[in-house]
């Protein structure tokens, strides 16, 4: 049994906490809080971090001394991680897991399946608009539960 400083009360960790997911031109198109681990945020705070996020990002990709860098992938606390992953299309699927977490990439690329799957390929969907579709949420618990439970 883990204590995490953000709750009342000692929990086992959870392996994925929550999940956001940030259009190429910086904005929130969907978030969700997965585990119980960590302190829950307001809508508006989790729209300040996707766009903080999504320009430390852009900064980090420019003054990497590395040529080709694609920016911030990974930030690390005592009892939390923070993953980015850049898809090909531009979106970043951004993870807070605890800090065991090491499938990470497994996880992104799971995610950017689904995300594929249910919202690009949705008739109804607008890119660059936040994600409203029954089946994408749903697929996204179930593969977020898969990963949680082992």
Same mark, same amino acid.
């Given at each position: 049994? /883990?204590?995490?400083?953000?709750?009342?009360?000692?929990? /086992?960790?959870?392996? *994925?906490?929550?999940?956001?997911?940030?259009?190429?031109?910086?904005?929130?198109?969907?978030?969700?809080?997965?585990?119980?681990?960590?302190?829950?945020?307001?809508?508006?705070?989790? *729209?300040? *971090?996707?766009?903080?996020?999504?320009? !430390?990002?852009?900064?980090?990709?420019?003054?990497?001394?590395?040529?080709?860098? &694609?920016?911030?992938?990974?930030?690390?606390?005592?009892?939390?991680? !923070?993953?980015?992953?850049?898809?090909?299309?531009?979106? %970043?699927? !951004?993870?807070?897991?605890?800090?065991?977490? /090491?499938?990470?990439?497994?996880?992104?690329?799971?995610?950017?399946?689904?995300?594929?799957?249910?919202?690009? %390929?949705?008739?109804?969907? /607008?890119?660059?608009?936040?994600?409203?579709?029954? *089946?994408?949420? &749903?697929?996204?618990?179930?593969?977020?539960?898969?990963?949680?439970?082992?």
């Amino acid at each position: 049994m /883990t204590c995490w400083p953000a709750v009342s009360s000692c929990e /086992t960790p959870q392996m *994925l906490h929550a999940l956001l997911i940030i259009s190429k031109a910086g904005g929130l198109v969907y978030n969700k809080d997965y585990g119980t681990g960590i302190a829950k945020l307001t809508v508006n705070e989790y *729209l300040v *971090l996707a766009g903080t996020f999504h320009g !430390v990002h852009a900064i980090t990709a420019q003054i990497s001394p590395m040529p080709g860098s &694609s920016g911030l992938e990974m930030l690390e606390s005592e009892a939390l991680k !923070v993953f980015c992953h850049q898809t090909p299309t531009g979106i %970043k699927i !951004v993870i807070i897991t605890d800090a065991a977490h /090491t499938s990470h990439e497994l996880a992104c690329k799971r995610i950017y399946e689904i995300y594929a799957d249910y919202a690009m %390929k949705n008739p109804f969907h /607008t890119p660059e608009m936040p994600i409203r579709a029954d *089946l994408f949420d &749903s697929n996204m618990s179930r593969l977020v539960r898969s990963l949680n439970s082992n």
